[in-house]
């Protein structure tokens, strides 16, 4: 704040006393006066100068007080109307939210509609493929059991003009001609007889490429012998095979249909065919999956353990049963075709089922656990 201005007592004040006893002039006039006079003249001056700075000073304080007031009222005038702008923008920012929140819940109630429509769709062609699919395995079972009863008819009359000498050698040619027929796919070798190594090799291929490999021997003997597998074990080694295969009649004392010893399985006839599909599938899946020499082994134990196991059996059993039963019926069909179709399609049907729990036991062991030990590694 500026200094105030000097007052006419102030600078009575300032003087000496010898200034101050020579001042007889009057301030305003500039006549002589008495020094009482003079004093009580300079004192009212100075009364007068002091309420004129007083009231000078209260002016000044209610002019700060009413602009400070003026500055506060207009201060809450401008906060009120930042408060209703920003009030006004939230407004409209919560309703494009809303807005965005519809249009999103719009959006997406079309793309659930639209996915219901092409799962409905897709469930819808995968129905009319699976019937098409079922209905072209049946039509080929049924002219794969037609074949199959025609080549067992014709092998039943060769086989009643064969020598002894050519029965010692015919299931070997069967054993051949019954793999080719179910695994065109594969490429499978018939050793000549008196060369070495087993009587059939099976080269598995899938999507083109060599999976592995199984030999098979065909033995015709009445009486088991124990160097049947310890020769096939030898002929595995030699030719690298994954697995090795004995078809025989005769088996190891305590033993029937299916046993394995040293490694090798021994099957009849009658169930080689379902056994090598096994062995196949655990081949190709193996290969697929890239398992290493230590797993490949678990999981061949594993397929070992199951083959042997009483359910395997049963399995296996209810398919040699059915296939007895249809090759029963195709013989007699040449007589009633007719009569005899419904009781067919009962059996394939039954077949397919019992391949189809074949299957899901070989993929339990093979392929789901086979999955995560790829995973694992």
Known sequence: MAASRPTILDLVHSLNPEERAVAGTCPLCQQAIPHEVSDAVLKRIAQREREQSAALDQRMRDAVAAAE???????????????AALAAKFAEVDESRRRAEAEIATLR??????????????????????????????TKA???????AAKIADMQRQLENKTAQDLGYGPEVDLFEALKGE?????????????????????????????????????????????????????????????????????????????AQDGVLIVSPQR???????????????ATLRLGN?????????????????????????????????TDIDA????????????????????????????????RIIGVSGNRTASDE
């Open 294 to 326: 230590e797993a490949r082994a678990q999981k061949t134990e594993a397929l070992y353990d199951f083959i042997m196991s009483e359910q395997c059996r049963n399995i296996l059993t209810s398919i040699s049963i059915q296939t007895e039963d249809m």
């Open 332 to 363: 007699k069909e040449m007589k009633a075709h007719q009569a005899l179709w419904k009781k067919r399609a009962e059996l394939i049907r039954n077949v397919q089922r019992a391949h189809g729990d074949l299957s899901f036991e070989i993929e």
């Open 272 to 286: 080689v065919a379902v056994l090598a599909a096994i062995l196949r599938r655990h081949v190709v899946q193996s």
């Open 142 to 148: 049924f002219e794969d059991k037609q074949r199959m």
């Open 109 to 138: 109630a079309e793309q659930d509609a639209h996915a219901a429509e092409k799962l409905a769709a897709m469930r819808e062609a995968f129905e009319r493929e699976k019937t098409v699919a079922l209905q072209a395995i049946e």
């Open 183 to 259: 695994f065109p796919e594969d490429r499978i070798v018939r050793v000549e007889k008196g060369a070495a190594g087993a009587d059939v090799v099976h080269d598995i291929y899938h999507n083109g490429r060599q999976c592995g490999r199984i030999v098979y021997d065909s033995k015709n003997s009445s009486q088991w012998r124990n160097d049947y597998v310890s020769k096939l074990r030898a002929d595995q080694t030699d030719a690298k095979a994954d697995h090795a295969v004995l078809c025989t009649k005769s088996f190891p004392s305590g033993h029937k249909e299916l046993t």
């Open 69 to 83: 007031s003026e500055s506060r009222a207009n201060f809450e005038l401008q906060t009120r109307a930042a408060e």
